[in-house]
């Protein structure tokens, strides 16, 4: 990829720059439950306001599709962002989905603000450009700090790139550079984790990463499929029949690119999905009519540990198992024990992401022991799909920045 265009190599003294970030956390009656993407996000804002920026702040919370919801207003995430940099922010309201007209002397060098949620603008989502200059006023410079949200193209993260002069910021520069090496320009052996409960979500992942990995590990649900492909009575587990074809053939293609499909040779099984459910280690083929798969066993984590040891690149996404009920998570906490002992050897580069893996390791404990843990979840997934993400596209085509050059 050419070389994204970096705020920090910018001048941004005496400019106000529009920020726009991720910071849709999870709220319980009004209260942030986990504060991980705000924690990431203050650095950025901090250099902005230290090299003599104004910093006003976009984001969006839940999806109030266009329509003004003050549950989802972003209020309460200025208060958590003014908490955590400990000083005041201007919080900006919007009425009846508009902004305030007259933003002469909103905020001087060093100040931050707040606009309320850019999805409360029916605009957004349609990429209007119209809301893109309503937004353009507020600022000289625009920064996109959201890689989980690059994958769409909406106002405030594609078309305001044609209004302003436009940078990456760190954390998405971060993502992009991890996501590079692992998948683009990786040291070699390189292998893939790939979990989660089926395989139909995850085709166009498993089939951009076969060329590019060296092992290909499979667990979850998906693998059951992966076992039923080769004809083992999988009882009552998950399995996709209408995606055993697609695992044939993925094992296939595998064999065809010189990739090691990694499956599981025991596995974990109960009568019942339910915590501390009485459970049994069995291989593939002594799995009964009435049991369910519900982890991989410890022979497979062996394995798969054996292969991690092997490896330069480990690239996670999806769990080994229903790692969120006892006692099934125990293979991707001790193959996460494994990767993260690795890494921190430097023998193991470890990058991993979305929604489920993040919350497998932060159950593992071993979040902060990777090379780096994505929190996008949609922009993750397309990623290693091999799709273009508009909001990096536009970046890169913006024409803007001659301005302050």
């Given amino acids: ?20 970030a991720d910071l849709n956390v999870p709220m319980d009656n009004g209260t942030i439950t986990d504060a991980t993407r705000i924690e990431r996000f ?29 549950v989802l207003s972003t209020r309460p995430l200025a208060e958590a962002v003014s908490k955590a940099l400990q000083q005041d ?67 405030s993260t594609y ?22 090496m692992a998948l683009e320009t990786p040291a070699r052996p390189v ?24 092992h290909l590990i499979i667990g979850g649900g998906m693998a059951n499929t992966f076992l039923a492909a080769l004809d083992f009575q999988m009882g009552r587990s998950l399995v996709e029949d209408e995606a055993v074809q697609l695992a044939k053939k993925i094992i296939a293609d595998a064999k065809a690119a010189n990739c090691t499909i990694v499956l599981p040779e025991d596995l974990v099984v109960a009568s019942e999905f339910a915590a501390n459910a009485p459970n049994r280690v069995v291989t593939a083929s002594q799995i009964s009519e009435h049991e369910m798969a519900l982890d991989v066993g410890p022979a497979t984590c062996l394995k798969i540990n054996e292969v991690l040891e092997t490896c330069r690149v480990l690239l996670w996404n999806g769990p080994l198992g229903a790692f969120e009920i006892e006692p099934f998570g125990e293979a991707t ?34 979040t ?26 536009a970046l890169l085509k913006s024409e803007r920045r001659k301005e302050i050059a």
């Avoid at 209004?163 to 996501?179: H, Q, Y």
């Fill in 159 to 180: 078309a305001i790139t044609e209004t302003l002069p436009s940078f990456a910021g760190p954390s998405l520069i971060a993502e992009v550079e991890a996501l590079e």
């Fill in 89 to 155: 922010v201007t919080f900006i309201p919007s009425v009846e989905g508009r902004y305030p007209e007259d933003k002469s002397g909103l905020l001087r060098p060093g100040d931050v603000g707040f606009l309320e949620s850019v999805r409360f603008h029916p605009g957004e989502t349609a990429n209007s450009k119209i809301l893109a200059l309503q937004l353009s006023v507020f600022g000289d410079i625009y920064v996109n700090d959201a890689f989980s949200c690059a994958h769409r193209a909406h106002a």
């Fill in 191 to 214: 292998a893939a984790l790939v979990g989660g409960a089926k395989v139909s979500t995850k085709i166009a992942v498993l089939e951009n990463l076969l060329p590019k990995v060296d």
């Fill in 42 to 70: 203050i650095p950025t804002i901090s250099d902005l306001t230290n090299r003599g920026a104004a910093v006003l702040i976009m984001t969006h919370l839940g999806r109030p599709n266009g329509e003004v919801n003050p």
């Fill in 333 to 366: 906490f001790t193959v996460a024990g494994k990767a993260a002992e690795l890494t921190q050897h430097n023998a193991l580069v470890t990058v991993a992401g979305g929604g489920d893996t993040v919350a497998a390791l932060n159950a593992a404990g071993t």
């Fill in 1 to 20: 990829m050419t070389e994204l265009p970096d705020i920090r190599q910018a001048d941004v003294r005496g400019k106000t720059v529009l920020l726009r």
């Fill in 368 to 393: 902060g022991r990777f090379t780096y843990v994505s929190t996008a979840g949609g922009a993750f997934l397309e990623w290693l799909e091999g799709k273009d993400l508009p909001g990096i596209a």
